[in-house]
């Protein structure tokens, strides 16, 4: 358990219906190698903190509860309509506890994450004394993703989601992973000042790195070279893959600890 986790929260965003998974399942739900896929973002989360974590549901909750509750103690909030990624954060900020300082936010849709990487997400974090650390990676085909604005130093001055993008933004193979580590005390404004001017009038928690950055808040990027691990499953097809990539991480761990 980190040292940390007395005053860190996990946010794991698991409300959505996932229409691209051309299923009436929950997408959280869809198992990879016989497992919701969710059930892995959790056990990541909690290898950090032992109960602050806050599962956000919506479609179908009930169902994706009783899947998750005789398993991980968590905490559940419910999005009664699904109006984006910073609508559904802003659900879980006022039942946080008190003593909690900062938020990691996952995506339930992420299995392959790693322990590591979101260690190393929250260490760079706290280390640079950031408001906001973004989780990103390197990626030739970015096709699908929101884009990262660097400017010098890794520092973040936006994302920009793939249906407002212009042409030259779609050229950035620098992407976002969707996982963050956020100060509470930025969280809290930023979301507040959050709207759905864009393409899917939805209140998109990406927009909180361009509230921070015009307020020049510490904004950086930990980037990864490792596009597998971020990946987000949307598809059959990424579930397919998503399967294949988890047998071969199954084998490597199973190798290491099987070595002399």
Known sequence: MDIYSRNLAFIVLAAGLGKRMKSDKAKVLHEVLG??????????????????VYVIVGYQSEIVRSSIQNKYNVHYVYQEKQLGTGHAV???????????????ILCGDTPLISQSTIALLIRTHLNLKNDLTVLAVNMDNPTGYGRILLKENQRVAGIVEETDATDVQRNIKIVNAGIYCVDRTFLVDAIGALTNDNAQQELYLTDIVEIGFLKNKAITAVISEDATEMMGVNSQEDLRIAEGQMRLKLSKNLDFRNSP
């Open 35 to 52: 497992k919701p896929m969710v059930h892995y973002v959790l056990e990541t989360a909690m290898q950090f903190v032992d109960r602050n």
């Open 90 to 104: 802003s659900c879980a900020l006022p039942y946080l506890d008190a003593q909690i300082r900062q938020v990691v």
